[in-house]
């Protein structure tokens, strides 16, 4: 199956800080990388698909970039409401498969 | 507004069996496929199985082929997950998902549902 490699699994920032998380494939997924964010009890939520391409909704703080193997989340003015797990998920075809998460905390 | 609400979760030895019910609303059901998604306690997502708009086309992770079917019934707005040959590595929450295809790019899981705990233990 492709593996998803999801960095880092833990974050600590400040308000307005610029945080980045990556995900890298072990294989070629062109732009099948969607990322979500999931509140405690709550349920995931898309903020990103097709790489980058921001969904309906979402901050503009919120980007995705990334192509091929490599692709990245970067928030740029970290907000207290954005204290969540945040996790990559592959979608070239089944079995989809998804990064491990990062926990993202403010400092 | 589109929701999606798991139930049938609960407390099951190993060997036991379990059907899992999501019921949706907000949204044209029959239109779309759908999905299970699992994630063990400290531990990451794992897709399960996806079951095409009329059920005619399924497909399962290895883990759970030959031991979980994925069924729809399109006049109550419900999806399944049967389950049975519970093993305590099946213990996890089930999060139902909804796909949607935008242009010529296909999302599995664009929304989700909260949840549904399942443990399998003696």
């Known amino acids: 199956d492709l593996q998803m490699t999801q960095s880092p699994s833990s974050l600590s920032a400040s308000v307005g800080d610029r945080v980045t998380i990556t995900c890298r494939a072990s294989?070629?997924?062109?732009?099948?990388l969607n990322w979500y964010q999931q509140k405690p009890g709550k349920a995931p939520k898309l903020l990103i698909y097709a790489a980058s391409s921001l969904e309906s909704g979402v901050p503009s703080r919120f980007s995705g970039s990334g192509s091929g193997t490599y692709f990245t989340l970067t928030i740029s003015s970290l907000q207290p409401e954005d204290v969540a797990t945040y996790f990559c998920l592959q979608c070239d075809g089944v079995p989809y498969t998804f990064g491990q998460g990062t926990n993202l905390e403010i400092k | 507004q589109v929701q999606l609400v798991e139930s049938g979760g609960g407390v099951v030895q190993p060997g036991g069996s379990l059907r899992l019910s999501c019921a949706a609303s907000g949204f044209m059901f029959h239109y779309y496929g759908m999905h299970w998604v699992r994630q063990a306690p400290g531990k990451g997502l794992e897709w399960v199985a996806v079951i095409s708009h009329d059920g005619s086309i399924k497909f399962f992770a290895d883990s759970v082929k030959g031991r979980f079917t994925i069924s729809r019934d399109n006049s109550k707005n419900t999806v399944f997950l049967q389950m049975v040959s519970l093993r305590p590595d099946d213990s996890a929450v089930y999060y139902c998902?909804?796909?949607?295809?935008?242009?010529?790019?296909?999302?599995?899981?664009?929304?989700w549902g909260q949840g549904t705990l399942v443990a399998v233990s003696a």
């Open positions: 294989q070629n997924i062109n732009n099948y």
């Open positions: 998902a909804k796909e949607v295809r935008r242009s010529d790019y296909y999302i599995p899981f664009e929304y």
